[in-house]
């Protein structure tokens, strides 16, 4: 954890309890070891999507579904919420939540089976805008996402970027860093200066879960 784990806890147990079905999904999630964003992050988004109301969410990393399921239970009936997901195991899970009766708001949802890349490329050439983005998908890939994310969020719109303090090693030196894993840890290094320098984004990197952070899109298009 990025905080001290008795205040983590404290917060924790004042937030608000899942809906049932969520609750449900989570401890699923949890029994097959599929990571989905935590309950401090969950928090952060929920009280993000009630007081902006996004119309269009894009969600980059379906997982099992758990995350567009959570964020369709905090936005009006006529947002439309739409996740990318390319890994076939994962796939079989998300489709098959994503299509249970069981939650409520899952017509709001709209899953993209392919590589993130090849998808978001091709959002961008159709002149798709989101206001609100999700980032949640391979850490290593999030510079190489950049690009497009900017071509495709909305002036005034928000990007969220998840794990982006990689359990706190992020802040050490590369060469402390098991060499297997000195990749991400460099990439994840790049994205965060470049996110917190651009003219176009006003960011926020805030130390809760594994750190989340909140960039506001305010400029013209970036050049990349």
Known sequence: MISEDRIVAYISSLDKELPPWLMELENEAKNINVPIIKKEAQGVIRFLLSILQPKRILEVGTAIGFSALFMSEYVSKDCSITTIEKVPMRLVEARKNLKSERFPHRDKITLI???????????????????????DAA???????????????EIGGLLVTDNVLQDGTVINSRYSITRRDRTIHTRMREYLYAITHMD?????????????????????????
């Open 113 to 135: 089976e392919g590589e993130a890349s090849v998808v978001l490329a091709e959002l961008a050439e159709a002149k798709e805008k989101y206001d609100f983005i999700f980032l």
């Open 139 to 153: 850490k290593a890939q999030y510079m190489n996402f950049l690009p497009k994310l900017m071509e495709l969020i």
């Open 200 to 224: 176009e984004l006003e960011t926020l990197i805030l130390p809760v879960g594994d750190g989340i952070a909140l960039s506001h899109r305010k400029g013209e298009q970036y050049e990349f």
